[in-house]
């Protein structure tokens, strides 16, 4: 929590142990590791008890002392003042600010634990913390619903809930508020004004299942280490890095032939199953994608299913590099490479330019995730039941907005910007599809080893 602020954003603690301890008791802080700027001030200052108690002064950035508080030795010998000071923190921050707990919904008594949560959610995450406790899994397939009248029922689901938003021991934080988090927090009590709260807990309930299920299928297939040198050992077995780095020659057209020839679509093959699979296991996390009628689950996927490809890949290009890595292959290309083919081109322009305007968005993990679950359920021809995937799509998009307003509240087009990618990412998707049938693949060269899921995804029959 946040003491009250002052012009000179100085905040008193006291050097005793027992003393913090009872600033812990009045103002609910969570006492932490976090870096500060501080001064120790030794002179004498009196005391209820006629004690001295050396006054140590936590500080912001660019100001200068002029406000403290004297702590006696004595855990119940506070000054009135000093008393007073602590007792008003948490009635003015929450007055004034109005928000909701991020884990179940109730009233936020302050910041902790990097969250804006209440005291019976702080609770329970210091307790598991200081205890280590590991809870049993959940019955349910962690579906539990969190709020304040069922937060106690599932102790796993909670936790996680805790984890999905942001708690953690280290983002303990003292002194002002900065002015980001302030102006955060008033998109989201502008959100409390306008909305039914019940409305936004169920939708951040919805976020929060979407971005643990983003992030556990698509880790270990796209968000990867730093880059590497093409010199590393895995380079060094592979056709498309020597293709790139050897030779003199300038590479204009391939032959369908040759792309066979040179391995290029068997590694692209290898590096894109993983990301398609993975695709495919966070539609069947989607909660209530599963039960649309398998037919439309089908057809999304075939349809929707490589726009989550592209947006997952857009975070590759980097220096010009398009990196497709996993754990066993990869495939880098230089974007302006004289030596990129004119198929390859075709296939990687318009891609890469949506990835730059995607990157120029700045979207958070969780903000690609939603996103990603917005793609996947975009209405597309051929569905036997459009209604329950527009109501769907409504709810997902409903809390990629609220996500937005949060981390954004700056940017009021951010919404409507990402909504405007999809006809792109659509187009991309059927580009890609044409120019791997016409010019990369072809009826005389034997695919048959193509894997069945790639190629029912592009409908490609060999």
């Known amino acids: 929590?946040?003491?009250?602020?002052?012009?000179?954003?100085?905040?008193?603690?006291?050097?005793?142990?027992?003393?913090?301890?009872?600033?812990?008791?009045?103002?609910?802080?969570?006492?932490?590791?976090?870096?500060?700027?501080?001064?120790?001030?030794?002179?004498?200052?009196?005391?209820?008890?006629?004690?001295?108690?050396?006054?140590?002064?936590?500080?912001t950035p660019g100001s200068s002392p002029?406000?403290?508080?004297?702590?006696?030795?004595?855990?119940?010998?506070?000054?009135?003042?000093?008393?007073?000071?602590?007792?008003n923190v948490k009635p003015q921050y929450t007055a004034e600010l109005d928000v909701l707990c991020r884990i179940c919904g109730d009233r936020a008594s302050g910041f902790h634990y990097g969250v804006h949560s209440c005291e019976g959610c702080k609770g329970f995450f210091r307790r598991t913390l200081k205890k280590q406790l590991v809870y049993k899994p959940c019955q349910?397939?962690?579906?539990?619903?969190?709020?304040?009248?069922?937060?106690?029922?599932?102790?796993?689901?909670?936790?996680?809930?805790c984890l999905n938003a942001g708690m953690s021991q280290d983002a303990v934080r003292f002194g002002r508020m900065p002015k980001t988090e302030r102006e955060k927090l008033m998109a989201d009590k502008e959100e409390l004004s306008s909305t039914n709260s019940k409305r936004i807990v169920e939708l951040?309930?919805?976020?929060?299942?979407?971005?643990?299920?983003?992030?556990?299928?698509?880790?270990?297939?796209?968000?990867?280490?730093?880059?590497?040198?093409?010199?590393?050992?895995?380079c060094g077995s592979s056709s498309v890095a020597a293709a790139m780095m050897e030779g003199p020659e300038i590479l204009h057209t391939v032959s369908p032939e040759d792309f066979y020839e040179r391995d290029l679509f068997w590694r692209f093959q290898e590096v894109i199953l993983p990301v398609m699979e993975a695709s495919v296991k966070f539609a069947k996390r989607l909660p209530g994608f599963t039960s649309l009628p398998m037919p439309d689950q089908i057809e999304l996927m075939k349809q929707n299913g490589f726009m989550v490809v592209h947006l997952a890949l857009h975070s590759i290009v980097e220096n010009d590099m398009i990196r497709l890595d996993t754990e066993t292959?990869?495939?880098?290309?230089?974007?302006?490479?004289?030596?990129?083919?004119?198929?390859?081109?075709?296939?990687?322009?318009?891609?890469?330019?949506?990835?730059?305007?995607?990157?120029?968005?700045?979207?958070?993990?969780?903000?690609?995730?939603?996103?990603?679950?917005?793609?996947?359920?975009?209405?597309?021809?051929?569905?036997?039941?459009?209604?329950?995937?527009?109501?769907?799509?409504?709810?997902?998009?409903?809390?990629l907005r609220l996500d937005l307003k949060h981390n954004h509240p700056k940017d009021r087009l951010l919404l409507a910007k990402l909504l405007m990618l999809i006809p792109d990412l659509v187009q991309i998707v059927e580009e890609f599809c044409e120019n791997l049938k016409g010019g990369v693949f072809d009826h005389s060269v034997d695919f048959s080893r193509t894997k069945p899921l790639l190629r029912e995804i592009f409908d490609l029959c060999f």
């Open 1 to 59: 929590e946040f003491f009250p602020e002052n012009p000179s954003g100085y905040y008193a603690y006291p050097v005793d142990p027992e003393a913090a301890m009872c600033l812990e008791v009045f103002a609910g802080m969570d006492i932490g590791r976090e870096m500060v700027t501080a001064t120790t001030d030794c002179q004498p200052h009196p005391s209820p008890a006629g004690q001295a108690t050396p006054i140590r002064r936590y500080s």
């Open 66 to 87: 002029s406000y403290e508080a004297c702590l006696s030795r004595s855990p119940n010998a506070l000054s009135d003042s000093a008393k007073n000071d602590v007792m």
């Open 140 to 161: 349910m397939g962690s579906q539990c619903k969190i709020d304040a009248g069922t937060r106690n029922k599932c102790q796993y689901c909670r936790y996680q809930r």
């Open 204 to 234: 951040r309930s919805l976020a929060d299942l979407i971005k643990a299920a983003f992030r556990d299928v698509f880790q270990k297939t796209i968000f990867f280490t730093s880059p590497d040198s093409l010199q590393s050992a895995a």
């Open 329 to 399: 292959s990869f495939l880098r290309i230089y974007r302006h490479s004289p030596r990129l083919c004119e198929q390859l081109q075709k296939l990687l322009q318009r891609p890469l330019a949506v990835g730059d305007r995607l990157r120029s968005m700045r979207l958070t993990f969780g903000e690609m995730a939603l996103f990603a679950a917005v793609l996947l359920t975009s209405e597309r021809p051929g569905l036997a039941s459009p209604k329950p995937v527009e109501d769907l799509q409504a709810d997902l998009i409903e809390a």
